[in-house]
Nanobody, 128 residues
Framework: VQLQASGGGLVQAGGSLRLSCAASERTFSSYHMAWFRQAPGKEREFVAAIRWSGGVTKYADSVNGRFTIGRDNAKNTLFLQMNSLNPDDTAVYYC??????????????????????WGQGTLVTVSS
């Protein structure tokens, strides 16, 4: 499985960006998917996750209400709409796939453990 993240860039505080993650496999619709991010000098952290069917989503408290995760299973694509960006959102953003057998306990989607494949990352820089 190959994941290709895109959409990062430089944006001013208060602005918006939309990240995309294209998956190489048609079995994408059976994967739980997530976004993580890693800021300079910090550990990788959970941002958002979505169940394989799209019916359940999870968000980190720091982005809840500002970011929206979505997927288009027909196009094998994961999205992250990011609004009201602030400098603390500056990081490399990674998409990740939990492939079958996927985790049944959806609260576990916040953990990086269990994601089998990772994209290469896309840099988001928010200026103040």
């Amino acid at each position: 499985v190959q994941l290709q993240a895109s959409g990062g860039g430089l944006v001013q505080a208060g602005g918006s960006l939309r990240l995309s993650c294209a998956a190489s496999e048609r079995t994408f619709s059976s994967y739980h998917m997530a976004w993580f991010r890693q800021a300079p000098g910090k550990e990788r952290e959970f941002v958002a996750a979505i169940r394989w069917s799209g019916g359940v989503t999870k968000y980190a408290d720091s982005v809840n209400g500002r970011f929206t995760i979505g997927r288009d299973n027909a196009k094998n694509t994961l999205f992250l709409q990011m609004n009201s960006l602030n400098p603390d959102d500056t990081a490399v953003y990674y998409c990740a796939a939990d492939t079958p057998p996927v985790r049944a306990i959806l609260s576990e989607l916040r953990s990086a453990r269990g994601y089998d494949y990772w994209g290469q990352g896309t840099l988001v820089t928010v200026s103040s």
